[in-house]
């Protein structure tokens, strides 16, 4: 187990700047996912750690000890990338053995921990299997074990689900997490789909265009994110973003939504937050699963625009035009396209943005 410490880190490429003062605490132990869309520069800051690529400015710490020119292979540091780097020549045993092997470890000692991996990985029936022949959720279940098998103190992982079908993805995502709570390795896990982060990490580094934006447990970002990027990249779909302005009226503090043609109340903590913003051009937003619709109860009217049904939920498209409203609920609510349902958020559930900075107020 290592903490790991990205200090002030920079990152250009020529006159390109791909990563922008990322500083970032793993700790001892962690499974922090570093979740962001394409590009954003989640594997750039894995390389580093890596040590792949060296920062162009900033630190990266290992328990404190800085690895400015410690070479890979001397960082206690194991991967598994996307491309899984698999010997095809060898079975599946041999491949899970390379690693101790070329460590030197005693033959039976290297027999029982491939046994066990392979156990874990649910790998066993298939050891003597010659490694070319694998399909791709095998290759990629192969090439965590044996990255895994050498017990490295940090894991890093690269989008390692993104080539394997969804079920084996859901599979997987309960295995990995197992894996780490076994063998308590710190592990860095990269990846732009956000079930992967917010169902396995710890914690979450949300990223964009070279930026960390916000790191926090997996609800912590869902229920309070910082600002309009990690509000609507979190959550699928995600926070609805209405834009509207914060007026005083005779029941207090309440977002002017003009568009929808209604004003709307703020809860007694929210207003108290929101009080210095009086007057400002907000964003009033809210989860698709904090509205609650029915045919002839109170609330806004709004047209139901388009139905989708998706299993266990059902996501409701409401309203035209620049305020549009998603909402999502069990199959057991009926919502039909065409008709008109009544819209209600529970205030509690909103929260507030700043429509210049868009910076979170509450
Ligand atoms: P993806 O999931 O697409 O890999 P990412 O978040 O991992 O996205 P990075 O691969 O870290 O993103 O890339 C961040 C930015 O840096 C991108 O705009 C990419 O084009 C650029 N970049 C990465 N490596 C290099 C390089 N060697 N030379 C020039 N630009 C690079």
Redesign the pocket.
Known sequence: MTAIHLENLV?R??A?T??KTMDLEIRDGEFMA?L????????????MIAGM?GPSEGRILFDGRDMNGVAMGRRGVGFVFQNYAIFTHMNVYDNLAYGLRVRGLPDAEIDSRVKKIADFLQLTPLLKQPSAKLSVNILQRLAIGRSAIVEPAIFLL??PLSNVDAAFRAVMRTELKHLQRQFRQTMVY?T?DQLEAMTMADRIAV?DH?VLQQVGTPLEVYNNPVNLFVAGFIGSPGMNLLRGSLADSDRGLVVDLGELGLTAPLSPEVAAAARAHAGREVVYGFRPERVSLSVTGEGVPMPVTFVERIGARTIAHLGTGAQRVKAVFDNDVTAESGTTVSVAVEPASVRLFDAATGIAIR
């Open positions: 990152k490429f020529g390109f791909a990563l570093l962001g869309p394409s590009g954003c520069g989640k594997s750039t800051t894995m390389n690529e690269d989008e990269v732009h990223m070279g």
